[in-house]
């Protein structure tokens, strides 16, 4: 069973405009949650996190909204830029990611056009 | 900070033949982790380790497979008898202890396995 989905395989935007990844997850023990951006051969590199006990992150260019009640998160870049180009996945982990192992979606793939 | 390094970057392997990885943390972090990720798919949690002691196994690890960290350092992880299903990117991390970003999990580029 998948605990953590990111539905939508790809996206495509224009550069400069807004792209946002979406993530929705069952599992009621997870509290902690993190975006990690992958390019290809090469390892998932940690982008930004959010607690249970916000709605909302902000770093730079980029933003995480929580919506607990809706199980439901999204990722917020902007602007975009094509070096933005690469697999975005969703993470998740129970107990605010003491123990920690991490849940992952299976990604999003998003193009950002010059 | 040097960062997490996995060696070797590829494997090509039969199957049948055991293969072993390594993987090197950043330096002050005594928490260590590995997953798996097969093609279209998410990175899925295999194990992880606090200093030396194994703390959590996924059922995804199978007898076949074994993961050690003997000096709280390095850590290898070991696939006996590989078989065609084995091939994957076997990924590592690191982190500090500690809750939300404290313990942030820090990958490693990856060991690309191929069974044939």
Known sequence: ?114 | DTGVSQDPRHKITKRGQNVTFRCDPISEHNRLYWYRQTLGQGPEFLTYFQNEAQLEKSRLLSDRFSAERPKGSFSTLEIQRTEQGDSAMYLCASSRPGTGVIGTQYFGPGTRLLVL
């Not at chain 1, 990111?6 to 949650?33: A, H, K, W």
């Open chain 1, 1 to 114: 069973d998948q605990q953590v989905k990111q539905n939508s395989p790809s996206l495509s935007v224009q550069e400069g405009r807004i792209s946002i990844l979406n993530c929705d997850y069952t599992n009621s023990m997870f509290d902690y949650f993190l975006w990690y951006k992958k390019y290809p051969a090469e390892g998932p590199t940690f982008l930004i996190s959010i607690s249970s006990i916000k709605d909302k992150n902000e770093d730079g260019r980029f933003t995480v909204f929580l919506n607990k009640s809706a199980k439901h998160l999204s990722l917020h870049i902007v602007p975009s830029q094509p070096g933005d180009s690469a697999v975005y996945f969703c993470a998740a982990s129970a107990y605010s990611g003491a123990n920690s192992k991490l849940t992952f979606g299976k990604g999003i793939t998003l193009s950002v056009r010059p």
